[in-house]
């Protein structure tokens, strides 16, 4: 059973566009919302997180939305480009009430993003 | 070198090899993590350590064996290597909420 659903599986946008990533969750005891950027032969690594106590937060051109109401979060990428092609994965885990520092994964989204 | 290392990178066996991962982290982090990722199937957590010597199952841990005697390393093991353990394998630690990823192991088992 997926306890985090992302949606879509892969994405082309040109440059400067504005790609978004939905997550869905399902487990309301979820405190801590992070998304992971990888690129080809390379690890996931942390690219932004956020918390429900705030409906929005931004890092450069990447930006974390959150309703709390209808267990919904997701990522957008203002003027996106080339470099910005990855699979982009969203989280979610019980970061605050856990005690195992598990995070429950999307399946991940690949994001092309042509010149 | 600081930070979490893998060996080997690539590896290439037969069925019914016994093979061991290697996953060594510098930061002294409590939590550590080993995932297999596969096309269209995402990451997916195999074994998790809370500290040494405490280890956990995750969702996909049939076949795999791991140990951690030192808080520094954690290798996983499959005992007797299957095709469908062909994947990229990734050991990722932390000590609070973010986790850092090592560069992976290409396992392929033929």
């Known amino acids: 059973q997926q306890q985090v659903k992302q949606s879509p599986q892969s994405l082309i946008v040109q440059k400067g566009g504005i790609p978004i990533i939905n997550c869905a969750y399902e487990?309301?005891?979820?405190?801590?919302f992070p998304w992971y950027q990888q690129f080809p032969g390379k690890g996931p690594a942390l690219l932004i997180a956020?918390?429900?106590d705030v409906s929005e937060k931004k890092e450069g051109r990447f930006t974390i939305s959150f309703n709390k109401s209808a267990k919904q979060f997701s990522l957008h990428i203002m003027d996106s480009q080339p470099g910005d092609s990855a699979t982009y994965f969203c989280?979610?885990?019980?970061?605050?009430?856990?005690?195992?520092?598990?995070?429950?994964w999307g399946l991940g989204t690949s994001l092309a993003v042509n010149p | 070198d600081a930070g979490i290392t893998q060996s080997p990178r690539y590896k290439i066996t037969e069925t019914g090899r016994q093979v061991t991962l290697m996953c060594h982290q510098t930061?002294?982090?409590?939590?550590m993590f080993w995932y297999r990722q596969d096309l269209g199937h995402g990451l997916r957590l195999i074994y998790y350590?809370?500290?040494?010597?405490?280890?956990d199952k995750g969702e996909v841990p049939d076949g795999y064996v791991v140990s951690r005697s030192k808080t520094e390393n954690f290798p996983l093991t499959l005992e007797s290597a299957t095709r469908s353990q062909t994947s990229v394998y990734f050991c990722?630690?932390?000590?609070?909420?973010?986790?850092?990823f090592g560069p992976g192991t290409r396992l392929t088992v033929l």
């Open positions: 989280a979610a885990s019980m970061g605050s009430a856990g005690n195992n520092r598990k995070l429950i």
């Open positions: 487990n309301t005891a979820f405190d801590y």
């Open positions: 350590s809370a500290a040494a010597d405490i280890t």
């Open positions: 990722a630690s932390s000590e609070y909420n973010e986790q850092f």
């Open positions: 930061w002294s982090h409590s939590y």
């Open positions: 956020i918390r429900p």
